[in-house]
């Protein structure tokens, strides 16, 4: 059955005219919508299990936000003026299973109308290589006392995890920490004493003791303190759950609650804590998910 507005009464047909025009701009109405696909695009071109991933969103409308969401995590989009692109960092965790997975995209307008895209993103495994590690053995078979220690760092981590800012407060690139070669890549597995196995979720550089160490990007720290694990740790918040860790340090050059720049000085390099010998490692934690430093390092991101 069709309607037409000619079966309307005369003195309701053109308030129902204008209705209907109006319903049709704000997108009710299937018919109406002519909402258009924005360009999405994505670094890392290849993704794998423990990847970041920078998400780009080109969109043919004006918007007022942008947001998604992505393996039950959210992501909020910035808007850089310069590339007239909305970008949004994500991670993938390295347990993920190859497969395809939905990134949704959710597009706000100015009027409030909002408007969702969803595309399928192909994820493939990573080969990671295993290694055997030889530590001092109150590492693979702690004490009471060391026991006691483990389990209150546990708990500093845990708050330490929970207090990140909302806001970005992380800008333009990342810069590495050092410059120094890598000794060791993220994702390998590792054999503690032939007793231990645990996954290296970080990247380490090969530096002696008391080499300057720097902040990756802008950020506040949230921990500035001797771990058991960790040796001399700080962390870093970038904002949005982004965080940045330095292990095994020797000496802090910053304080708990100290806002910092990309490239500031934060600490010198050593070899304390659960570590074979003198290097840095870096860690970086998305929302509870440990991604690949590496990749993040060589991300182009959009100027501000």
Request: with cysteine.
């Amino acid at each position: 059955m069709t309607f037409s507005l000619m079966q309307v009464p005369g003195k309701w047909r053109r308030q129902l005219a204008v209705l209907l025009i109006g319903l049709a701009a704000m997108g009710v109405g299937g018919q109406g919508r002519t909402h258009q696909v924005p360009d999405l695009n994505w670094q890392p071109i290849s993704l794998t299990n423990g990847s970041p991933v920078l998400f780009e969103v080109k969109a043919p409308a004006k918007l007022h936000a942008v947001s998604a969401a992505w393996m039950e995590h959210s992501i909020n989009f910035s808007y850089s003026a310069t590339d007239k692109v909305w970008y949004g960092l994500g991670g993938i965790s390295l347990t993920t299973v190859p497969g395809a997975y939905d990134l949704r995209v959710t597009e706000t307008f100015a009027n409030g109308r909002t408007a969702e895209v969803v595309r399928k993103i192909k994820i493939v495994g990573a080969t990671y290589p295993k290694i055997t590690v030889k530590v001092s053995k109150q590492y693979t078979e702690p004490s009471h006392e060391q026991l006691t220690a483990i389990s209150a760092d546990k708990g500093v981590k845990a708050k330490v995890f929970e207090a990140v800012s909302a806001q970005r407060l992380w800008a333009g690139r990342f810069v590495a920490p050092v410059s120094a070669p890598v000794s060791d890549v993220f994702g390998t597995a590792r054999v503690f004493n032939e007793k231990v196995q645990s996954r290296h979720q970080g990247l380490d550089f090969a530096v002696g003791p008391g080499t300057p160490v720097h902040a990756i990007n802008d950020g506040v720290v949230l921990l500035a303190r001797p771990m058991f694990f960790e040796g001399n740790c700080v962390v870093i918040d970038h904002g949005q759950g982004l965080l940045s860790l330095y292990l095994h340090l020797s000496e802090f050059k910053v304080k708990e609650g100290e806002e910092v720049r990309s490239g500031d000085l934060i600490a010198l390099s050593g070899g304390t804590g659960r570590a074979s010998g003198p290097h840095l490692h870096l860690a970086i934690r998305w929302q509870g998910v440990y991604i690949n430093p590496a990749i993040l390092l060589k991300i182009q991101i959009p100027a501000s």
